[in-house]
C-alpha cells in the first residue's frame, strides 16, 4: 500500500514535501514550524512533542519519550529498546492513534540536546529516520521535525543504510 495517493497533488501536500527529502527536517524559526505542524494537524496528523532542554541527561530523555508515546512499563530505556518500542509505535500498539493520518514527532530545541550529548542526539535522529522507513513500508508515515536556536547546530546526515547481503546469502 502507498503512503501518499498518487492521484493528488503531491507539491501541495506539507507531509510528502517533508518526506521526499528526509524523515528528519531541522528548523531554526518556531514561526515556520509553527505553521507546518498547523497544516499538518489540519490533516489530523498525530503530533507529539518533546521539550529536548530537559535532556542533559540520558534518563530524562528516555522518561519523556516513554510518556509520550506511552511506552509500556518493562521499556529498558536504552536506545535498543526505544528502537523496539518504536517498532511498536509504528504498529500501533501503543503511541500513534491508527486513525490519524501520520505521526509527527516534534523534538523542540535540540540544540540544547546535541550540546549536552552530541553522540546520543545523532543516535535519536538515526533511530527516527529508521522508524520512519518502517512506517513506510507499511504504509504510514511518520514525520520527525526538529527545532534548534542555534542556525549553526551540526546534525550529520542521518538514515543512510549498509547494502546488506540477501538473506538466503547467510
Not at 490533516?43 to 540520558?58: C, N
Not at 514525520?143 to 549553526?152: A, G, Y
Request: charged share 25%; aromatic share 10%.
Amino acid at each position: 500500500m502507498a503512503s501518499f495517493d498518487l492521484q493528488t497533488d503531491l507539491g501541495q501536500d506539507p507531509a510528502y514535501r517533508l518526506l521526499a527529502n528526509s524523515p528528519v527536517t531541522l528548523f531554526h524559526r518556531a514561526d515556520r514550524m509553527a505553521s507546518t505542524l498547523e497544516e499538518l494537524r489540519k490533516l489530523r496528523y498525530q503530533v507529539l512533542e518533546f521539550d529536548a532542554t530537559t535532556w542533559s541527561q540520558l534518563a530524562a530523555m528516555h522518561d519523556q519519550l516513554a510518556a509520550g508515546f506511552e511506552f509500556p512499563d518493562y521499556y529498558g530505556r536504552n536506545f535498543d529498546a526505544l528502537a523496539d518500542c518504536l517498532r511498536d509505535v509504528v504498529e500501533h500498539d501503543y503511541g500513534w492513534d491508527p486513525k490519524a493520518t501520520g505521526l509527527v514527532v516534534v523534538l523542540d530545541r535540540y540544540d540544547a540536546f546535541v550540546e549536552a550529548d552530541p553522540g546520543s542526539a545523532q543516535l535519536l535522529l538515526e533511530i527516527m529516520a529508521d522508524t520512519s522507513r518502517g512506517a513506510a513500508l507499511l504504509g504510514g508515515r511518520l514525520i520527525c521535525l526538529v527545532q534548534s536556536d542555534d542556525r549553526e547546530i551540526a546534525i550529520a546526515p542521518v538514515g543512510a543504510t549498509v547494502v546488506p547481503w540477501h538473506d538466503a546469502e547467510h
